[in-house]
């Protein structure tokens, strides 16, 4: 498809356990952000990719959390030693920026950390 | 540090009516400001975007507004339909180089037939 999309929907996981959570971006989209939505709140910034490389990711909350994006294009969000406050919606987002930058959701991986 | 405050957190209306959402942003040096729309349980659609130097996008019933000098910004739904009702939140991007969106906490909207 033409769209973000993210890979798994749901994943249900044990306190303690790794995950990984993936983004495939919209071909030709050089930007690509990951963000982490609790119930009843707007998203919060996690980390932005320009390429292959980690812009910037002081939005990760400590060092349990990792991404990469090797080749430039998909991304996998990386959680170690999963706590239950881990558990949210992970969304993942691409652009163009030299158009607008305007920014295009994926449909988010719900974690939930038992 | 910006910050980006939507009122009221819900809102309820009937079905026909006109109604007008509201963000604010506490700091003007925006690069865009999106609105988007939040089905429960679904991803982020965006609606609309409005550039630093725009005043206004429109989009079929939706029209949105931009004002950076008292840092407001207001999304007018005409016509409300039942289909309409979800979350709606609006997004500032920074001048940043990451170009990363601050949100607001979203507007639930109610549309009842």
């Known amino acids: 498809g033409a769209g973000v999309s993210q890979t798994p929907s749901n994943k249900v996981t044990e306190k303690g356990k790794y995950v990984e959570l993936r983004c495939d971006p919209i071909?030709?989209?050089?930007?690509l952000y990951w963000y982490r939505q609790s119930l009843g709140q707007g998203p919060e910034f996690l980390i932005y990719?320009?390429?292959?490389?980690?812009?910037?990711d002081s939005g990760l909350p400590n060092d349990r959390f990792f991404a990469v994006r090797p080749e430039g294009s998909v991304s996998t969000l990386k959680i170690q030693r999963t706590e239950r406050g881990d558990s949210a919606v992970y969304l993942c987002?691409?652009?163009?920026?030299?158009?607008?930058?305007?920014?295009?959701f994926g449909p988010g991986t719900r974690l939930t950390v038992l | 540090k910006q910050e980006v405050t939507q009122i009221p957190a819900a809102l309820s209306v009937p079905e026909g009516e006109n109604l007008v959402l509201n963000c604010s942003f506490t700091?003007?040096?925006?690069?865009?400001l999106q609105w988007f729309r939040q089905d429960p349980g679904k991803g982020l659609t965006s609606l609309l975007l409005?550039?630093?130097s725009q005043r206004e996008q429109t989009s079929g019933r939706l029209n949105a507004s931009l004002d950076k000098s008292s840092g407001r910004s207001t999304l007018y739904i005409a016509a409300s339909q039942p289909g309409d009702s979800a979350t709606y939140l609006c997004?500032?991007?920074?001048?940043?180089?990451?170009?990363?969106?601050?949100w607001g906490a979203g507007t639930k909207l109610i549309i009842k037939p």
């Open positions: 987002a691409s652009s163009d920026p030299g158009r607008n930058n305007e920014q295009f």
């Open positions: 071909s030709g989209h050089t930007a």
């Open positions: 990719f320009q390429g292959t490389g980690a812009a910037d």
């Open positions: 700091d003007s040096a925006i690069y865009n």
């Open positions: 409005i550039q630093s």
């Open positions: 997004a500032a991007q920074g001048m940043d180089s990451n170009y990363q969106l601050i």
